[in-house]
């Protein structure tokens, strides 16, 4: 199988083929590496037989692949996809991106939770599978055993999202922040005498600073959040807000003249690159807490259920912990003073991985082993 890879460069593509490595996935293919701006250098090595670069923008090349998988972005995906299509190339499109999601011949892949769906695409001749929201994503995962039992009424997820989710610049100035606030009470810090108040001046005055940098976040992350992500839709609610519901019934194929009500506030956090989500859920019945925590930990083999106690919520339950593994941790469950059919939970999970890279891995694979 000639496989296309798009945007390997950036964040999520280079995570990508870190699992693709990790995994074996080269393998089982013959991978073909594509670029935007350094066609004809030399592309990584993988055991390809192509072993330039070629030119990402080149219909021609890019229809000679059974699959091209894309960590480009949506611009590109807007530019190529379409063009790819008319030309009459009918391989298989995976992306990153979010532009062709919630289009009618594109499915939204999460194997773990919506194989099944997924299935259904490949068997109708469905060509498009597409990497969901990051956040929703993520809470798919962590709540997939509910899911799959059909004990959800509805969900309230309020989220607390990395600097990853807003790229890779948006990392490294978070990063840039914490050092220019370090450097403004260093030598206070360093003092035994130091105060706590007039620490905590200066930095508030650091960050209103003109010098302060924002030029990516667009406002101080370090020592602060933002608490809105994404356009605003003019209804008082982000575009990210919105993909909760849209995506999580789509990627379910849940009939949309009757969906499940998934809504919230999505706000920025001082995380690197691990997304967490407070949520309050209405089961459609009142479950016992023992047997709500056994079908979460069956939902699927990297959802980790955490016991809700100050001991295990501490270490297991955070971006610290969780960062730079597959595990998606579920805990802080129990049953809510609204009723006994009210369930809280906190999921972390590490959006480079389920919330990027990982479905778009685990759909090539699906293919190579269809």
Same mark, same amino acid.
């Given at each position: ?29 013959? +991978?073909?590496? @594509? ?11 993988? !055991? ?59 499915? %939204? ?8 769906? %997924? ?10 599978? %597409? ?15 509910? @899911? ?34 370090? !450097? ?27 010098? @302060? ?22 209804? !008082? ?78 270490? @297991?339950?955070? +971006? ?19 009723? +006994? ?30």
């Amino acid at each position: 199988m000639k496989v296309g890879i798009v945007g390997w460069r950036g964040m999520v593509g280079s995570v990508l083929l870190q699992r693709m490595q990790q995994e074996g996935d080269f393998a089982l293919i013959d +991978p073909v590496f @594509f670029s935007t701006s350094q066609a004809g250098q030399t592309a990584p090595a993988m !055991g390809q037989t192509t072993t330039t670069l070629l030119d990402a923008t080149d219909l021609t090349a890019l229809a000679a692949m059974d699959v091209v998988i894309t960590c480009q972005g949506g611009g590109y995906t807007n530019d190529i996809h379409p063009a790819l299509r008319d030309s009459g190339w009918d391989g298989y499109w995976i992306d990153a991106a979010s532009s062709l999601r919630m289009q009618d011949a594109s499915t %939204i892949i999460l194997d773990p939770v919506n194989r099944d769906v %997924i299935d259904r695409a490949l068997s109708g001749g469905k060509r498009d599978f %597409i990497g969901g929201n990051c956040t929703v994503s993520l809470m798919m995962m962590a709540m997939a055993g509910l @899911f799959r039992e059909g004990l959800i009424d509805w969900i309230s997820a309020m989220t607390y999202q990395a600097a990853s989710g807003a790229g890779a610049r948006a990392m490294l100035e978070l990063v840039e922040q914490m050092g220019h606030l370090h !450097g403004i009470v260093a030598d206070s810090l360093a003092s035994a005498d130091a105060s706590a108040i007039e620490v905590d001046a200066a930095l508030t005055s650091a960050m209103h600073s003109a010098g @302060f940098p924002v030029q990516e976040c667009g406002a101080p992350l370090a020592g602060s959040l933002i608490p809105w992500i994404d356009a605003d839709l003019g209804q !008082g609610q982000s575009r990210e807000e919105w993909k909760a519901q849209a995506e999580c019934n789509k990627m379910i194929g849940r009939d949309p003249s009757q969906p499940l009500v998934v809504d919230g506030i999505c706000v920025r956090v001082g995380a690197m690159r691990c997304h967490s989500q407070a949520l309050t859920v209405k089961l459609v019945r009142d479950v016992p807490l023992a047997e709500i925590e056994s079908i979460l930990a069956s939902g699927n083999e990297w959802v980790k259920v955490v016991g809700n106690s100050r001991d295990e919520s501490i270490p @297991f339950l955070s +971006p610290a912990a969780v960062s730079g593994t597959p595990s998606v941790a579920i805990g802080r469950l129990r049953k809510m003073g609204m009723g +006994p059919e009210y369930v809280s939970a906190f999921t972390v999970g590490d959006q480079l991985l389920w919330g990027a890279a990982e479905p778009l891995r685990r759909m090539l694979r699906i293919l190579i082993e269809r």
